[in-house]
Nanobody
Framework: VQLQASGGGLVQAGGSLRLSCTAS????????MGWYRQAPGKQRELVAR???????NYAEFVEGRFTISRDSAKKTMYLQMNSLNPEDTAVYYC?????????????WGQGTQVTVSS
């Protein structure tokens, strides 16, 4: 199983982006999934998570601006990011607990760069 993150780019403050994270390979079931980010010189931090049952939770700094969702049929998770500001600049990583041929394992995507200009 591999996770492929995409959708990052350069956007002006106040703009929007939608990130996608698609799993490839033999996926039997998704458990919890989430988006994390890491800015230069900072630790990786949780942005948003979504459970197998669809419950979501968000970091305080994105509450009301970002929305996490998933489409299990497409093996894809999304992060809709609105009202972006320069502090949101970071590499965004997707993470998922996936049940596949090897059992239940935790996977990380390769990261996608989001840059917000002021």
């Amino acid at each position: 199983v591999q996770l492929q993150a995409s959708g990052g780019g350069l956007v002006q403050a106040g703009g929007s982006l939608r990130l996608s994270c698609t799993a490839s390979g033999s996926v039997f079931r998704f458990n919890d999934m989430g988006w994390y980010r890491q800015a230069p010189g900072k630790q990786r931090e949780l942005v948003a998570r979504i459970t197998q049952g669809g419950m979501t939770n968000y970091a305080e700094f994105v509450e009301g601006r970002f929305t996490i969702s998933r489409d299990s049929a497409k093996k894809t998770m999304y992060l809709q990011m609105n009202s972006l500001n320069p502090e949101d600049t970071a590499v965004y990583y997707c993470n998922a607990a996936i049940v596949g041929l090897a059992g239940r394992l935790n996977y990380w995507g390769q990261g996608t760069q989001v840059t917000v200009s002021s």
